[in-house]
């Protein structure tokens, strides 16, 4: 990913950035057109991994809806150019004006996530004389195999419906007249790297399939969310997921009926790999066992492994020397401020560039300001 004339490029350049190879997200894109979409399947893609707009172009023209979790995001997927039409918006949490901003625009889907919002979007599409189309996130009960943090499919995690609430649902919805009922929505986790979870899914879509048509109820679609994984450890060696296989699961035990859509909200696997955070060594530091890199970008730039205990690849761009064994540590006042502990590598000094790896989603976008450190810039493959 970094020839020796990018390498010299960066040099000049001040650190910390986030750096985009934009064909790599093409490379990525081209994959989920030719084992999703040329099957049929929808893909919508989860805006919150990364809402740079040079990435939203690319995945634009390859064809890709948007899902979104806040009235913002929706407007951001608007400015991008996407079509109302191509547009989901999920959240526990969508206040009165985000669920206007949905109505306004004519979304195609409110994924809701409580009895108390359908009867609220209802009041709000009453108001303004439209219809919503909705549709019934639930909470199908399965153990993800991911991170606490990045579990949403448990019986106790905040999102979604129980299924047990099902009657109540059945009971209202043909009260609620301006909301059109037109599918189920699910999302299990993130970072899901076995596919078991994803299989375990679709029995239990296929079940709740059933109970909606014994309560009259005909799903235009089904909506699988996203949660595909990418891998942090070898970034070069599988710098694409396997959609290949992740699709395969849901041809293969995904029961869906005539005319019926298939619909899925990726976001880490499609954007993850495609971005580095570049940051330059600003000291070495030897406590009484550990040698420390300290580097010039934090858990303000990439809050992933402070907050989940994330490991992100950390690789030297500037240096082939004997390796030593450091910690890579960022310059915030907290001691979770920590990208790699104990890893050997290329000896460093004052200066070096590094590159921390597979940080194209959930990096830019939870970035911060703590410290009062400045936003920094994203640089682009095809203009550097
Ligand atoms: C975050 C999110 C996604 C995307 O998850 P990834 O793990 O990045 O694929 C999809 N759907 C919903 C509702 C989400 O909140």
Known sequence: MFSDSLVEKFRDLPTPFYYYDLGQLKKTLDHVQKYGLSKGYHVHYAIKANYNFEILHLIKEAGLGIDCVSGREVERALEAGFSPGQIAFAGVGKTDDEIRTGLKSGIYSFNCESTQELEVINILAGQMDTKASVSIRLNPNIEAKTHKYITTGLQENKF??????????????????????????????????????????????????????????????????????INYNAPDSEPIPDFQSFFEVFDHHLEIRDGQQVHFELGRSIVGQCGSLISRVLYIKDGVNTRFAIIDAGMTELIRPALYQASHRVDVLTSNKPSQIYDVVGPICESSDTFQRAIQLPALERGDLVAIRSAGAYGEVMSSGYNLRDRVKAIYSDRI
Do not use: A, M, W, Y
């Not at 609620?176 to 299989?199: A, E, M, Y």
């Open 160 to 229: 979604g419906i129980n299924p047990e609430k099902l009657p109540l649902i059945f009971e209202l919805i043909p009260r609620l007249n301006h909301i059109r009922l037109n599918g189920i929505h699910f999302h299990i986790g993130s970072q899901i790297t076995d596919l078991k979870p994803f299989v375990e899914l679709c029995t239990r879509v296929n079940e709740l399939q059933k109970l909606f048509e014994q309560n009259g109820c005909q799903l235009e679609h089904i909506n699988l969310g996203g949660g595909l994984g």
